[in-house]
Nanobody, 114 residues
Framework: VQLVESGGGLVQAGGSLRLSCAAS????????MSWYRQAPGKQRELVAN???????NYGDSVKGRFTIFRGDPKNMVWLQMNSMTPEDTAVYYC?????????WGQGTQVTVSS
């Protein structure tokens, strides 16, 4: 499984961004797709995930502001980020879980200016 993120960039506080993740390879056995982020000097943290059944889970800091969704084509997952704050500044990583094996994208930088 290969994951490629896109959509990162610079946004002002209060603004929005949408990240995309394209999965390729044996995507039919992926059970969960997630977005994680890592800010400088901090541990990588879960932002949101979504199962093949459509169940979602969010980190406390993004609830009500971010939305994860999947759709056609089936190999895509998106993260819609609204009402962004400087604390959302981080490298965002797409993650896939397949047969208990973790797959990661290369990451995309998101910077929120105050």
């Amino acid at each position: 499984v290969q994951l490629v993120e896109s959509g990162g960039g610079l946004v002002q506080a209060g603004g929005s961004l949408r990240l995309s993740c394209a999965a390729s390879g044996d995507i039919f056995s992926i059970s969960v797709m997630s977005w994680y982020r890592q800010a400088p000097g901090k541990q990588r943290e879960l932002v949101a995930n979504i199962t093949t059944g459509g169940n979602t889970n969010y980190g406390d800091s993004v609830k009500g502001r971010f939305t994860i969704f999947r759709g056609d084509p089936k190999n895509m997952v998106w993260l819609q980020m609204n009402s962004m704050t400087p604390e959302d500044t981080a490298v965002y990583y797409c993650h896939a879980l397949r047969f208990r094996i973790d797959y990661w994208g290369q990451g995309t930088q998101v910077t929120v200016s105050s």
